[in-house]
């Protein structure tokens, strides 16, 4: 008897600790996120955003169908060109409203003054002239400001991404990984890192996640390449970030080859930080740099169908922790030109489109 008691006191305890294990444990929060760093513009200029018809605040439109962050971008100086708007104040405006919904919150380091991207990484005005020292020093300085002012108006992010779709470097020229066919991979991770350290050091002894984002989210090599390149010269992270859109990026069979590989390869969690599908009758034709690529027709419910198998895709890889729609918050308003109508998660009135059900927690 004596025997059989210790062994039911022993599966008792075992099972106490399994208990308290699950609990210390709780499952990670699936990010369902959304850039939209021209909401407050939009506003601005007179948007209104829909439901049915019904007038509804737009950050109770997303939260409501699971939406848990928003994605901020910043630029230096920003020129005001369209929507070029993302000064630090302005950001900090923003973020309060997103804050104040509940959203956490990613803010995307441009490190320009305008668009950066593939085919745009321009240097910032102010930083032109200075030498690779200065600009280093810069590029950690401010970096440092940046997250300091968040922080001291009680918006600090809860995830900094450092540079925008980065693949061949940032700050051009200094930064340009590709240089009359040759890689200077040395100067770029120099500047990468100081935006990193520069980052780190606002924030002191707490742990922020940095991702590096590049646009390769069909393309094995190009991804493959890039981390290893990275790593090799000294570049400490904790998320990847890749963009998909499949005019641009590839198939879905594409984008799963290149999830499957990192999730073999990389310790970092996975983050598809832009995607986008449209829903207004347009398709980019094909060209030299648009893919033949169409995997439902661009309508409502085609933009439905595109991320409802985007997110079940995700779902699949464990090191994928979430997904982000760009600029779903763009709609037709008085005196705007237009820059991506029908990619919006909004008709042109302002009425919610389906597609914004369609990418889940769980």
Avoid at 60 to 69: Q, R
Avoid at 281 to 305: C, K, M, N, R
Wanted: aromatic share 12%.
């Amino acid at each position: 008897m004596k025997t059989r008691s210790t062994l039911l006191i022993l599966i008792t305890f075992m099972l106490s600790i399994s208990s308290c294990s699950e609990q210390q444990a709780p499952k990670q929060e699936f990010m369902v996120g959304a850039d939209i760093s021209i909401l407050k513009m939009m506003e601005d200029l007179g948007a209104v955003y829909k439901v049915n018809g019904t007038p509804t605040a737009p950050l109770e439109i997303f939260t409501s169908n699971g939406y848990n962050y928003a994605r901020l971008r910043i630029f230096n100086n920003p020129n005001m060109r369209g929507p070029v708007c993302n000064s630090l104040d302005y950001t900090i405006d923003l973020a309060k409203q997103t804050k104040a919904a509940g959203m956490k919150l990613l803010l995307d380091f441009h490190y320009s003054d305008t668009w950066a991207d593939p085919q745009h990484q321009i240097k910032p005005a102010a930083w032109d002239s200075i030498t690779f020292e200065a600009l280093t020093d810069s590029v950690f300085s401010y970096s440092k400001t940046v997250i300091a002012a968040m922080d001291a108006a009680g918006v600090i992010p809860d995830m900094v991404q450092v540079g925008n779709e980065i693949t061949p470097g940032f700050i051009w020229p200094d930064g340009k990984i590709y240089k009359d066919g040759n890689e200077d991979w040395e100067s770029f991770c120099t500047l990468l890192n100081a935006g990193i350290n520069g980052t780190k050091a606002a924030y002191g002894d707490i742990d922020v996640p940095i991702m590096i984002h590049i646009d390769k989210g069909g393309d094995l090599n190009a991804t493959s390449k890039f981390f290893h390149k990275i790593e090799e010269y000294g570049v400490e992270y904790d998320l990847i970030g890749l963009s998909y859109y499949p005019w641009w990026h590839g198939t879905f069979d594409d984008l799963e080859k290149n999830l499957t590989w990192l999730s073999e390869h990389k310790t970092q969690d996975i983050v598809l930080v832009e995607t986008a599908y449209y829903s207004n009758g347009y398709y980019p034709e094909p060209a030299e740099w648009v893919l033949d690529i169409q995997p439902f027709p661009p309508t409502e419910q085609g933009q439905y169908d595109f991320l409802h198998t985007l997110d079940s895709i995700a779902h699949i890889y464990p090191k994928v922790k979430g997904i982000f729609y760009w600029q779903p918050e763009e709609i037709k308003v008085p005196g705007k030109k237009e820059w991506v109508i029908g990619r919006s998660l909004f008709d042109d009135d302002g009425n919610v489109l389906k597609g914004i059900t369609a990418i889940k927690e769980n």
